[in-house]
């Protein structure tokens, strides 16, 4: 078994799996109840706290918290807002990159640089992004002497703004990859470099995706927050979480697991509806990626779907492997009845088309003056749905977007174009510096090999 710091670090286990803990720490009503007008950072310790072990000294955990959310740009730092009777939106967009992305990532930049600063050590951190992880990978680790970040974005497929806020970033850490492929064809690369051993360890390799733990663990807060300010736990909440690779829902279940009352937790989805389909029929299926407004959700394979079934199947590594190994060779797997009964038990799954998607945010603009992302509109829409079978028990939709990222699709569909806030006002105006690479896994490493630090200076692991 691996502490928290040693995950952390590796982001994928190198069998290919997926880190989870050992168990799950549970919360009585008092300690929930007790969270209620408490500071972000405050909770954020409180929650992450019994999941980190002795990783980090006294008072350590509270000064990366303080300082994670220092920069976001609301007091509240995840605000929630009303839009309609029962209808709720938690703003998790309000950090450096205007993503929820920002609300993890802040946070594990400096857990990794706090570890890494301990074992005198560099890192290679890598990731996929179908936009927004890799802007918040970036800003959370750019000009940090013992970390490289190499990003692989799908070439042409995020919006402008993403792109800038990747490619306009002028710091020598900082290596952005534009691939000739889709978000999956990046994940997959990605996944190819952990499970090359060799290359993994002459480059320390780090992975920052949602296949990493940590990430996970910094999602759970919010739904806490979100959930007490509405009278949790005296009062059971329903969530709509726009999804694209489950890291963000699957924080939610494990906040339900942790004892939050929730009562539905709602995938919902665009038109690549891999999740809805495997709900409604129990088999889990990859077919081709479409491009739609909400780009961050353009993924087939929901990598952290993985760690659901793996409890869902009673903690049988074998059979996820199995599911796994299917899902490689034929690209799709048959869930096991039992296992189905289990998660259709605690959620559902909603696709939103593109007219739906453009749809609500043309109704959230007229009815309440709100202006919502393409990919926050998907999960509104889902949350109404919820509402219509369920009226009596309040849904939080997440935010998980400023509009400003979105501006050409908010603008269709409102006649209104969001502007970006002021730090990020010279954006377009910014020198673009990016690679194109072929879709080929050699070919970035042989990419990260030349621009990352640990390789070129000869380190090997400590
Ligand atoms: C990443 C992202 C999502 C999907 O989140 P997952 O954790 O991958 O399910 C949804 N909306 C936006 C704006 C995102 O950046």
């Keep these: 078994m691996l502490g928290f710091d040693g995950v952390l670090l590796a982001g994928l286990a190198r069998d290919g799996g997926l880190y989870l803990p050992e168990a799950i720490p549970t919360l009585d009503r008092a300690t929930i109840a007790g969270l209620a007008g408490r500071r972000y950072a405050e909770v954020a310790e409180g929650l992450i706290a019994p999941f980190t072990g002795d990783c980090f000294a006294p008072g350590s955990l509270r000064r990366m918290t303080e300082g994670a959310y220092a920069g976001f740009r609301h007091p509240a730092v995840v605000p929630l807002s009303q839009l309609g009777d029962n209808l709720f939106l938690l703003e998790l967009f309000h950090g450096p990159t205007l993503a929820f992305k920002d609300v993890a990532?802040?946070?594990?930049?400096?857990?990794?640089?706090?570890?890494?600063?301990?074992?005198?050590?560099?890192?290679?951190?890598?990731?996929?992004?179908?936009?927004?992880t890799g802007a918040a990978a970036i800003e959370a680790f750019k000009g940090l002497d013992s970390v490289d970040v190499v990003i692989l974005y799908p070439h042409g497929r995020v919006s402008e703004v993403q792109r800038r806020q990747m490619t306009g970033v002028a710091a020598a850490n900082v290596h952005v990859v534009a691939l000739e492929g889709t978000f999956d064809d990046c994940q997959?690369?990605?996944?190819?470099?952990?499970?090359?051993?060799?290359f993994r360890d002459e480059t320390n390799l780090s992975g920052v995706n949602s296949i990493n733990w940590a990430r996970v663990l910094a999602q759970i807060v919010y739904f806490f927050t979100g959930a007490v300010a509405l009278g949790s736990p005296h009062r059971a909440v329903s969530f709509a979480v726009p999804t694209g690779n489950f890291g963000d829902i699957l924080a939610g279940w494990i906040a339900k697991r942790m004892g939050l009352p929730v009562e539905r937790l709602v995938a919902a989805t665009n038109a690549n509806d891999i999740l809805a389909r495997c709900l409604e029929s129990g088999r889990y299926e990859v077919q081709g990626v479409r491009?739609?407004?909400?780009?961050?959700?353009?993924?087939?394979?929901?990598?952290?779907?993985?760690?659901l079934l793996f409890e869902a199947y009673g903690r049988d590594a074998a059979a996820v492997r199995g599911l796994m190994a299917s899902l490689a060779q034929s690209g799709s797997f048959e869930v096991a009845g039992g296992a189905m009964d289990r998660i259709r038990a605690e959620f559902d799954a909603v696709r939103?088309?593109?007219?739906?998607?453009e749809a609500e945010m043309a109704r959230t603009f007229r009815d309440s003056g709100v202006v919502l992302d393409p990919h926050t509109a998907v999960g509104v829409a889902a949350a109404r749905r919820t509402l219509a079978r369920d009226p009596s028990t309040p849904v939080i939709a997440l935010g998980t977007?400023?509009?400003?990222?979105?501006?050409?699709?908010?603008e269709?569909?409102?006649?209104?174009?969001?502007?970006?806030?002021?730090?990020?006002?010279?954006?377009?105006?910014?020198?673009?510096?990016?690679?194109?690479?072929?879709n080929d896994a050699a070919a970035v490493e042989d990419f990260i090999r030349h621009r990352s630090g640990a390789a070129a200076k000869g380190e090997v692991r400590a």
């Design 105 to 132: 990532m802040q946070l594990l930049g400096r857990m990794m640089e706090e570890v890494l600063g301990r074992r005198g050590r560099r890192t290679t951190v890598v990731g996929a992004t179908s936009g927004d």
């Design 188 to 198: 997959a690369i990605v996944k190819a470099l952990f499970n090359h051993h060799a």
């Design 291 to 307: 491009a739609t407004q909400s780009p961050s959700m353009d993924i087939q394979v929901s990598s952290n779907f993985e760690r």
């Design 352 to 357: 939103i088309d593109e007219a739906g998607t």
């Design 401 to 410: 977007a400023h509009p400003a990222k979105f501006p050409d699709a908010v």
């Design 412 to 438: 269709r569909a409102t006649g209104r174009r969001p502007a970006l806030p002021p730090h990020l006002a010279d954006l377009l105006g910014r020198e673009e510096r990016f690679t194109v690479l072929p």
